[in-house]
Nanobody, 124 residues
C-alpha cells in the first residue's frame, strides 16, 4: 500500500515554475523528516531537498539551492516542493520520501517510505 502520493508534475519551459505536492495517506508523518529526491533517465536517484518534522530545518542539494523551496503543512499532511527557474537538467521523476525513524533528516538511507513519483519535464 502506497503511503505517499506525489502530484503536480508536468511539462514546463525552461525558466518556468512548478509546485509538487506530496500527500500522506495512512500515516500522518507529522513527527518525521521528509524529503524530495529525483531520478533522471539513465542516472541514479539523487537527493533534492529535505526538512525536519516541523519544517524548521531544511537542506538542499547544491544544484537546486536558491531555486527550489521545500515546505510542509502538517495539519494537511502535505509536503511541497516549489520549483522556480527550472532548467532542462531538472527533468526527472520526482519522489517524495519519509523517514519514520527520525524527526530530522539523516540521509537517504533513513528514508523508508516512498511515493511512486511524478514526472517533471523541462523543455529548452
Amino acid at each position: 500500500q502506497v503511503q505517499l502520493a506525489e502530484s503536480g508534475g508536468g511539462l514546463v519551459q525552461a525558466g518556468g515554475s512548478l509546485k509538487l505536492s506530496c500527500a500522506a495517506s495512512k500515516y500522518a508523518y507529522t513527527n518525521y523528516a521528509m524529503g524530495w529526491f529525483r531520478q533522471a533517465p539513465g542516472k541514479e536517484r539523487e537527493f533534492v531537498a529535505a526538512l525536519n518534522w516541523n519544517g524548521g530545518r531544511k537542506v538542499y542539494a547544491d544544484s537546486v539551492k536558491g531555486r527550489f523551496t521545500i515546505s510542509r503543512d502538517n495539519a494537511k499532511k502535505m509536503v511541497y516542493l516549489q520549483m522556480n527557474s527550472l532548467r532542462p537538467e531538472d527533468t526527472a521523476v520526482y519522489y517524495c520520501a519519509a523517514d519514520r525513524g527520525s524527526a530530522t533528516y539523516r540521509g537517504v538511507d533513513g528514508m523508508g517510505d516512498w511515493g511512486e513519483g511524478t514526472l517533471v519535464t523541462v523543455s529548452s
